[in-house]
C-alpha cells in the first residue's frame, strides 16, 4: 500500500507522517512546491510518477476570520483542491481522505450532538469552503473516505493550545469564551482512527472526534492546569470579541457511527490533551 500525502507542513500531515513512518509504511509527503493541490497538472504528475493507493489530503487553509477578507483564496485551497484530489484520484483508482469541519454546521441544533445525518448550514466562509470541498469530494466517481473533524490540535502554532501559550506570556487576565462549545481533538487521535478506518475499509462520510464535548473555557483550563502555567482566566461570551467570522455556538459532533463500526471507543478530549503533554513536554 503506498500512500501519498497532501499538506506535508501542516500539524495534521505530521502525525500521519510518524504514524506511517511507525508502520513501516511506503508513502511521500511532498514539500507544496510538488504537490500544489490546486494545480491539477501537480497532482498528476506526482500520482504518474510516484503512482499510490491512498491520497491522504491534509492541505487545508483554516485561517477562519481571513478567509472573510479572501475568499477566492479559502475555496482555492478547501473546496476545489479536493476536487482535484478527487479527480487524479479517480483516474488512478486510488482512495482519497479528506478532512473537513465542524463548522459546516451553522449551532443551532439543541437535541443533541451533530451527527452525520443532520443537515449543515455554514455561517462562515471557511464553513462554505469546507463544505464545497467534502460534497465536491462525496459526488466524485472515485473512491472517498471524508471525515469531519473540530477543534484540532497537535504539534505546530497553529491551533488553540499554542495560541493559549502565547496569550499567557503577555497577559495576566485571560479572556475565554465559555459559550462556545465543540470538541479539542488530538491529531493523533485522528491519525489513529483514520488508518484503522482504511484497515477496515470504510467509505463515505463520517465524524471523526474525541470523545465528549467542552466550551473553549473549559478546555483552556486544562490547558492552563497541563502547562502548569498559573494566569487568571475570565470567561467571557464569545461575541466579546468582535471576530470577522461568525462562528457556531455549538458545534460538538457525535463519533458514534464511526466508532461503531470500527468497534472501538475513541479516547475523550481530555485524554488527547494530557496525551499530547505528555508527547510534547516529556520532562517536564
Known sequence: MKYLIAGKNGQLA????????????????????????????????????????V?????AYNLVDKAEEEPGNAFAVNASGPALLADAAGEHKALLVHF?????????????????????????????????????????AGRSLVFRVSWVFG???????????????????LQIADNEISVPTYTYTIADTTLMALDHDLRGLYHLTS???????EWAALVMKMSGIKKAMRPVPMQTFKLPAERPGFSAMSNERLSRELKVKIPGWEEGVKLFFKETFPHE
Open 100 to 140: 473537513s469541519s465542524d463548522y459546516v454546521f451553522d449551532g443551532k441544533k439543541s437535541d443533541g450532538l451533530y451527527t452525520e445525518a443532520d443537515v449543515p448550514n455554514p455561517l462562515n466562509r471557511y464553513g462554505k469552503s469546507k463544505l464545497d470541498g467534502e460534497r465536491a469530494v462525496l459526488e466524485s
Open 155 to 173: 504539534e505546530g502554532k497553529q491551533n488553540f493550545i499554542s495560541k493559549l501559550i502565547g496569550w499567557s506570556e503577555k497577559s495576566d487576565v
Open 55 to 59: 491520497i491522504i489530503n491534509c492541505a
Open 14 to 53: 505530521k502525525a500521519f507522517i510518524r504514524r506511517l513512518g511507525e508502520r513501516g509504511a511506503d508513502f511521500l509527503a511532498p514539500e507544496k512546491a510538488d504537490l500544489d493541490i490546486t494545480d491539477p497538472q501537480k497532482i498528476r504528475s506526482i500520482c504518474e510518477s510516484y503512482g499510490p493507493d
Open 211 to 217: 470523545s465528549g464535548s467542552c466550551s473553549r473555557f
